[in-house]
């Protein structure tokens, strides 16, 4: 569980450092470095000052452009934890020359442990079995620097270090997203929704992407859809033992956890696969509600399979069993020859490498994974596309209003790597969202942000995957693609636009 007392939301809330001054400088006002190792170890509050000032002035940071000092008191104030991506760039997971891999991963632990003066066995945290990643308990700056000459390692991250704002000074009613985790219903305008045979709403978002047309052609019949989130609620029966209600029917919801609730870096407390915040039951819903005779919100892909992870315990990768939790969800969807799609409205402001591995690692194995593109406060919304969404193995979506002006969403973020868009938001109420299933039996709600716009491209790929079973992913994103509104053209910060469903199955 996490134990700060402010959870930042999806392309979390970023407050620019008040020094103007390069990072070398900031360091060397903070503290002597030619002082011994304890003197020397920055405190949180120098460290994310250090960040922050990498992040005004570049809009990213890497864990690799900061000194070895700075890694390594994050490395400490991390519970000691070090996640090293060993091999060459590029090698996240083993396909060929194992030995060298294997040779390469066992002289760095072995390295490790001399310089720790420990035994190999107290200091290996995690050695993944998919990925080049191990994860290693480090106390001593010397590791750091020592293992940073190293030719056969692509990066060394403190993965327990949580970055986070303690103290920041804005109204209570502006500190979260509206995509961030909420179990409440909500009472619907009756100009949001419509209501279609045999008793289901359809959320008013979908009419901008002809959606409801597009079911005359495919409902997702037959198309697994993966789903890493914060897993689905048990009090929601339409995402459960009523997943075949109504018109929905033949098809199946499985539900796993690979999320550890604990602060601790050697629990194996697993949480199982429900949802305890919210998010991950709406992005459920959003994707593959039943056609209901329940006058619940309907899925666009209402026909589809489902496959949810509990691998978070919120919408931001923060800590480090958030990382490894989605890392293992990646994996194990990978692994199963029948996921076509991969839906994931979380993320982080810069890149998690055993996360980034695990992206790779789906990617290879012809996933289609979908990304949020970032959700924040309305004041922080100018931050780039978050991470996984910012990779090229991902495809970025954000949302936008009905204003028709291709306004984007008071909390969405876009960028150069935004390939869709999906209108979720009325341009003159903003609490007037997409709507879906609640987290309690009976209850509809509103959900926002570009968590909602992702899990909607999620839902339409599988309608097109549905009516072309035999396509590869590629050639479904094509579709998808030549389906938009500005295509063959690719807009700056919205990529192709908005998706029309229909012409995509026809």
């Not at 103007?20 to 170890?41: A, C, F, M, R, Y």
């Not at 996240?92 to 190999?120: C, G």
């Not at 919120?314 to 994996?331: F, Q, S």
């Not at 790779?360 to 922080?380: Q, V």
Request: proline letters at 3%; aromatic letters at 8%.
């Amino acid at each position: 569980m996490k134990n700060y007392s402010l959870l930042l939301c999806m392309g979390i809330l970023l407050v620019a450092s008040c020094s103007q001054d390069p990072i070398s400088e900031t360091i060397d006002e903070e503290v002597n470095l030619e002082t011994n190792i304890q003197d020397g170890l920055l405190s949180i509050e120098q460290i994310n000052e250090i960040i922050e000032a990498q992040l005004d002035a570049t809009g990213n940071f890497s864990w690799a452009l900061v000194d070895d000092n700075v890694l390594w008191s994050a490395t400490v104030h991390g519970n000691s934890l070090l996640t090293i991506g060993y091999g060459q760039q590029g090698e996240s997971f083993r396909t060929s020359d194992s030995q060298r891999l294997s040779q390469s991963k066992n002289t760095i632990i072995d390295q490790v442990s001399a310089i720790e003066k420990t035994s190999r066995r107290s200091i290996v945290v995690e050695d993944d079995p998919v990925l080049n990643v191990i994860d290693l308990e480090v106390n001593a700056i010397e590791t750091i620097s020592e293992l940073r000459k190293r030719n056969d390692i692509r990066y060394l991250e403190p993965n327990g270090y949580s970055y986070f704002v303690p103290n920041v000074q804005q109204p209570q009613n502006q500190q979260r997203s509206s995509s961030g985790c909420s179990k409440s219903g909500s009472t619907l305008n009756t100009n949001d929704y419509r209501t279609v045979a045999p008793g289901s709403l359809v959320s008013w978002t979908y009419d901008y992407h002809n959606i409801e047309q597009a079911w005359t052609y495919s409902t997702g019949a037959g198309v697994t859809v993966g789903l890493i989130d914060t897993g689905v609620s048990p009090n929601q029966p339409l995402l459960g033992a009523n997943f075949n209600d109504g018109w929905s029917s033949g098809r199946t919801i499985q539900k796993y956890g690979t999320f550890i609730d604990s602060p601790w870096w050697w629990s194996s407390n697993y949480d199982g696969p429900h949802d305890k915040c919210g998010h991950g039951t709406s992005m459920g819903g959003t994707i593959a509600a039943p056609r209901n005779n329940d006058n619940l919100p309907v899925g666009v892909a209402y026909n589809s399979n489902l496959v949810s992870y509990r691998a978070t315990e919120d919408v931001v990768l923060n800590d480090y069993h958030e990382r490894k939790g989605v890392k293992n969800a990646l994996i194990q969807l990978g692994n199963r020859n029948d996921v076509k799609i991969i839906s994931m409205s979380i993320g982080y402001p810069w890149s998690i490498g055993n996360v980034r591995d695990a992206v790779r690692y789906a990617n290879d194995r012809g996933k289609l994974i979908f990304a949020a593109g970032g959700t924040s406060l309305d004041f922080t919304n100018w931050y780039p596309v978050i991470f996984p969404a910012s990779m090229s193995e991902t495809v970025a979506v954000t949302g936008i209003t009905d204003s028709g002006t291709y306004q984007q969403c008071d909390t969405c973020h876009d960028g150069s790597e935004i390939e869709f868009t999906i209108v979720m938001e009325r341009d003159n109420n903003n609490n007037r969202t997409g709507t879906t299933v609640g987290f309690y039996n009976g209850d509809s709600k509103y959900v926002g942000g570009s968590s909602v716009a992702t899990a909607t491209t999620a839902g339409i790929a599988a309608l097109v995957w549905a009516k072309n079973p035999g396509w590869s992913k590629n050639q479904v994103l094509t579709k998808l693609r030549q389906s938009s509104e500005f295509y063959p053209n690719k807009d700056s910060t919205k990529g192709y636009g908005n998706i029309d469903a229909l012409q995509a199955v026809q």
